[in-house]
């Protein structure tokens, strides 16, 4: 739990990590040291250091990295101790953070309800769920099922794929573009930008700039001429949102919906093609899709860390001093894994996991998320039931984001257009990505048209998902 100090603040005893003269450097929470073994690595953070432990973000730059779950629970819920607002981020404010730090697009403050407390936080969340809360589930299932048959649609005809790049990646685009109403020639530009900042590569801080100028022109166009989309209702909304603060939360929209379902999807698909005991209690009918994707939300949520709250005084959680603007990391992965919450029985039927957040910064676009993912996995195990590992398990990669818990890539073998597989695993045959034709440059013709099913092999007309598809494809 979280204690006031007084106001003349704490004095760290000698052994406290982040204060430490002489003392080793805190644990890096980016590059290989994150994805290579995550869980092992917030284990031994726990083990040595408690619920809250020090960690560097980029070399020189501190925060605390939240593990307990009561901890991350009070940190989420105690706006007075914990804000949300960056601009008190004492690394920024003495200039220790560098000009074109990887960290910016996901810690900069905007003016958004990821950044802001108490009523203007309410305000502007309401225009966001509100404008959520208007989405025809029945009409977004039957979108995403269209976009996820028309990838599937696409595959060449060797049997292989990689289910990240060619559908968990493409997936969430096609349906957000949609959404949002954005022209689909816009979707993988999009999806490019989005995976710089969010990995914070090298690309990061031109990527964002990029990615908000795509926004600020889409809001501009929708100020004029309004369409039935997320962006005319969220512009319309009362609480009255200028244009800058309607770009930054299409940025909020698209990033964490976008990134969290292509994760989520890939993360869940993976738990399908390797956890064997899993996989048979799905196929025998005691689970469901929705059970393994909160499987999933347990064990390799789709945002695995994210910052985060700001110190507004001198205060201790967990045992650890932590000093006025410090930042606060919430670990939601870790949080996850606390022993403390984790009965015998263990978490199946459970959703009682930190996955969205907690308190009243809570996600307020999970429902239209599952939805997807559901939607997503489902089609494509009706579709290919048979679908296998290409590789071993523990030849599968992942992004070495500190927030992010997404797999490089997910190659997979299915007989939809091969032979029958050898029984043996050591005779499958070697994947390689599949080799795509370009796309057709006749013109599309409208969404009912009939795709072309695989077992056929006969193309039908060609729909507005079938084209957008392919060409997806030939990226």
């Known amino acids: 739990m979280t204690t006031p100090l007084p106001e003349t603040g704490p004095v760290p005893p000698p052994g406290c990590p982040m204060h430490q003269a002489g003392g080793g450097r805190p644990a890096p929470l980016y590059g290989q040291a994150v994805s290579d073994d995550p869980h092992g690595l917030y284990a031994r953070l726990r083990e040595q250091y408690g619920p809250v432990a020090p960690i560097e973000l980029e070399p020189g730059v501190e925060a605390w990295l939240v593990l307990g779950y009561p901890e991350l629970l009070e940190l989420t819920r105690n706006e007075a101790l914990f804000s949300k607002d960056s601009r008190r981020w004492r690394v920024a404010r003495e200039c220790r953070l560098a000009a074109d730090s990887r960290l910016l697009p996901m810690t900069a403050w905007r ?14 969340r309401a225009a966001v769920a509100d404008t959520l809360a208007r989405i025809d589930h029945r009409q977004l299932r039957t ?48 999806i490019e930008l989005i995976s710089h900042f969010v990995d914070s590569s090298e690309k990061s801080v031109r990527a964002n700039a990029e990615f908000q ?35 930054h939360h299409l940025v909020v929209i698209l990033v ?9 999807t890939g993360n869940a698909l993976r738990l ?12 025998g009918g005691r689970l469901s899709v929705s059970d393994a994707l909160d499987e999933v939300l347990w064990r390799d949520p789709p945002t695995q860390n994210f910052p985060g709250r700001w110190a507004t005084g001198d205060t ?8 006025a603007g410090d930042m606060l990391v919430l670990g939601l992965a870790g949080a996850n894994a606390d022993p403390a919450v984790h009965g015998p029985d263990g978490i199946g039927g459970n959703r009682a996991h930190l996955a969205w957040g907690a308190g009243r910064h809570v996600c307020p676009a999970q429902h239209p998320a599952r939805l997807i993912v559901e939607t997503a996995v489902e089609t494509l195990l009706h579709r290919l039931p048979d679908l296998q590992l290409a590789v071993p398990a523990a030849e599968l990669k992942w992004r070495p984001s500190p927030w992010s818990r997404a797999l490089v890539d997910l190659p997979v073998l299915y007989s939809a257009f091969t032979p029958p597989r050898p029984a043996a695993a050591s005779e499958r045959p070697t994947w390689t990505p599949p080799t795509v034709p370009p796309p057709s440059d006749s013109t599309p013709s409208d969404a009912t048209s009939t795709p072309r099913t695989p077992s056929s092999g006969k193309p039908g007309r060609r729909s507005w998902w079938n084209s957008l598809a392919g060409w997806w494809s030939g990226r």
């Open 111 to 124: 003016p958004t309800l990821l950044n802001l407390d108490g009523a203007e936080h309410q305000r502007l």
């Open 143 to 190: 979108t995403t099922e269209a976009a996820a048959n028309a990838l599937i649609d696409g595959w060449g005809p060797d049997g292989t794929a990689d289910l990240i790049a060619q559908y968990a990646r493409r997936l969430p685009l096609l349906v957000f573009t949609q959404l949002l109403g954005l022209p689909a020639e816009a979707g993988p530009h999009l």
């Open 213 to 247: 100028a795509i926004l600020v022109d889409l809001v501009r166009r929708r100020r004029e001429q309004p369409g039935a989309d997320l962006t005319s209702w969220l512009l319309a909304h009362q609480a009255g949102l200028t244009d800058e603060e309607a770009v």
């Open 256 to 264: 964490a919906g976008n990134e969290t379902t292509i994760n989520w």
């Open 272 to 283: 399908l093609l390797t956890d064997r005991r899993f996989r048979s209690t799905l196929t």
């Open 316 to 323: 201790v959680l967990g045992g650890q001093y932590i000093s």
